[in-house]
């Protein structure tokens, strides 16, 4: 018999066998279930977070902040800087010429969760005239848009799921008086979705405050970034920081996205051990019961390589089977949930390369587990096995 | 001399499956004390049973058992346990020790159930294994001894804690012909100069031989060997 | 019950390779156990060493305070202490070695007692137009001393177009509630504010004290009343609300960790049960024996039991153990955050005793296996 014809033969009889040892194949199966199942839970956090990051930069945008800011609530660019930063090279400008660029105003409300009632805080960004020129992924799906003098605002989707008091109509208390929301809006999954906007002339003036906190612009091409950045940073009157949109979004999310994948991995890790040592258990125990099994099929003519592919295609099938267990709850507990951090909201995703890496993680935990009993079985002194009764 | 095991018109039926075997009816046995007593009989007769029965390990559903003057229908499961561990000492073809633990702690088992201090029991397990010989072994686990030696630990285990009676179920049924008789040796030895009363089961006439009495045990009565029920 | 230890490990050591994985198992899996409450002690730990009796002025939306809020502040019944705030955005030599800088006077200690500052101390920050007090962390973490002349490098311009600002430092200062961690660069306000040449004459934050914590959102209300039709309105709220609000900012983090603890035990309670079931089914007739021998049903159930308790208690210890050992080196990897995880005694006591309940879930079955199982039939073979 050929070594695959072999290898089938030894690895069905091995399998037929399991109900006998129920008890402890169910073992791996439910410990690799609850290890993938944690560890893909907390990657989705990861995965949902870094896909609205991700959709909101482009490589043909740049945001300028002023020098040392650290994030743009921190920062302040006067009028006349923003004039001067929208009259630099490189910038994309309409058919009539203007330069397609948006000076925001911000300001930040507080609103309570409908999750669970507790606070957070919601951007209000006030984009200039050629602001939705240079997001075209901003698109109204609801109500109307604001009037650019009126106290009038429009919301992001994912910020009216989330938060408490941001349906059309409603009226959201701001200085000066309240604004109205008169519409709602999305864009394209970014993280624009949890923002309010308005219009940033009449946000400058009830905030009673000169200076704009960032300034984005629209890029000839993703190539004129590097003339438009020298540009700014040569000239001694202003004092920015220019960014590629891509890179800032990146460099922004880097701490919690890290601080996500240690979770992961940390808790993955260990788990993962402990999982290890449950699936070794098992299989130890498998090629114990069935000595004098694998010492007859040795006795007969079959190689040892077949008997070491049985013992781990039981370990691994065990495993694969358990990490679809373990996406599977995942997946229907946490996919497409809301999760609010910092103000931002992203929805959990659990997606298939996170499932492949789940049921990956499970196998090569099953490998390893099903290493050590698998050269014992081949090791195993035939005429000493067929003695034992 | 009062008998040490009566048995008056004891009936015992076990369940196969679906059908009832009653596998002794109506057997009457007397057994002095200090004697040395051979049940013999062909696989399936009931002897095994008899001995469960006055070892209290099993109930019979008709009938007496008097054992060392107590009635052992009349206890209940919980005093079965301790009057076993005060009365008698079983022995098993299989030897049954315990793996993992050394001849000497093996022996030591039965004396955990009493209230002797640790160099008492210390000191009961060392005459033990003295008087089975094997006092070199008593560090020894089971995987380390030979067949005979692993029954002499089982024989020593059996008489540490001194029972009036001995019970013995097909002791040299797994041992060579030599050291069957050393095993039976010592039973012989255990009956005359200290007085036990040993009850075995046997299917081997030789090992019979060693008995004061034997009894044949066929279809769940009992005739001797002379062979009338 | 000394007597019966070697009987309880050599049930334990029948097969010694399960014995070890399983081991292995619940070491490992206490070690997650251990840290996971770490993480959650550590938390609620955040939260309770929040004062409540200390409240924070913050802008609504975000545009600065003038500095007068602070004398109607102060006129709140129930404040007993009031301190204006700036937050300068600096950085020390590189860009990496960010800092923020609290522009204060001597009020701010006021506010936070748990603060270890000498009236000396203050006395000479107060005269120091410059001086600087700098929490013990950041000290050692640049190894500043008393008498040190820090240059910090801000966005912020001053008078002369300088975006560069010498401190010299007067005190070091540790947080009692937190002791090692505390990373505050304390300067005074009169400074910042001469200096600068924006926002001048006010404050990103006012942070009070007041004496009785259960009127916190009393006062809150009553401060904000006082702003809410002004320029700036305010939004006062004590440090234990923000706190919470902060930690939920994260996401939920006790969920997270029971979640954790909850999947970590119940793989445990499956692995661990398995084992016991399957090393007693291997035993029946041991058992049997033993029962022959004279040991009682209870007698045998307490066996099972007690090879259980021992397995897991061992285990657990170990895991417990490599969890503390392992915690301080995981605080060391967030030098940002204050005290996150923390394992005190009580926490290794605690786990014991999950290890014990595991125990006797995981042996019970089989023990109750044991205790009824019939004699006869087990020495037949059947």
Redesign the interface.
Known sequence: MNVLKQLRAVTLMGLRNIPSRLGASLVVVICMACVVGVVISILSMSTGFMRTVHNTGRSDRAIVLSQGALFPFASSISRDNAMTIADAPGIKRTSDGKPIVSADAMAFVAVSKKSDGLDAFVLLRGIGPQGFALKPEIKLIGGRMFKAAAHELIVGKSAQAEFEGFAVGNKVALPDGDWTVTGSFESNGSAQESEMIADSATLLSAMRTNAYKSMSVMLDSPASFDAFKTALTSNPMLAVDVSRETDFFARQSKPLNDFLTLTAYVVGGIMGLGAMFGALNTMYSAVSARTVEIATLRAIGFGAGAVVSSVFAEALLLAFVGSLIGAALAWFAFNGNLHAVGGLVFTLAVTPSLIALGIAFACALGFVGGLFPAIRAARLPVATALRAT | MTAAVTLTNVSKRYRRGKENIEVLHGLNLAVESGEFLALMGPSGSGKTTVLNLIGGLDHPDAGEVTVAGDRLDNLRSGQLTKWRARHVGFIFQFYNLMPMLSAERNVELPLLLTRLSKSERKKNVRVALDVVGLSDRAAHKPSELSGGQQQRVAIARAIVADPTILLCDEPTGDLDRHTAEEILGILKLLNERQGKTVIMVTHDPKAAEYASRRVQVDKGQLSDETGTA | MA??I??VW??L???P??TI??F??IA??F??FG??SGVDAGFAHILEVSRADRLFTDP????PMPISFGERIARVPGVTAVAPRWGM???YRD?KN?MGVIGTDERFYATRPELSISKQQLETLRHTRTGAAVGVFLAKKYGWKVGDKVPL???T?TREGS?AWTFDIVAIVEDVDNPGLEGRFVANYEYLDEERV?NKGMADRFILRIDQPNRAAQISREIDKLFANS???T?TQSEK?QR??GV?????VSFFTK??IG??L???L??TG??M??SVRERI??FA?????????K?VLGLVLAESVVLCALAALLGLTVAKAAIPL?QA??PDLPKFIDMPWAAILTGFGVALLVAFASGLVPALRVKRLN??DA??GR
């Open positions: 007597k019966y070697p009987l050599a049930g050591w029948r097969k390779a399960r994985f399983t292995c198992s490992v899996a070690v997650l840290i996971m609504r939306f975000g545009a955005v600096t950085y860009p960010g490098q801000s966005n311009v975006r924006a320029a700036s309105p939004r609300s919470e609000s939920q900012a994260i996401g939920d979640s954790v999947a970590v119940f793989m445990l499956v692995l398995n084992t079931m399957q007739p041991e024996v033993l029962k022959t021998l004279g040991f009682s049903d007698g995981l990897s967030f004699v006869v020495l037949a």
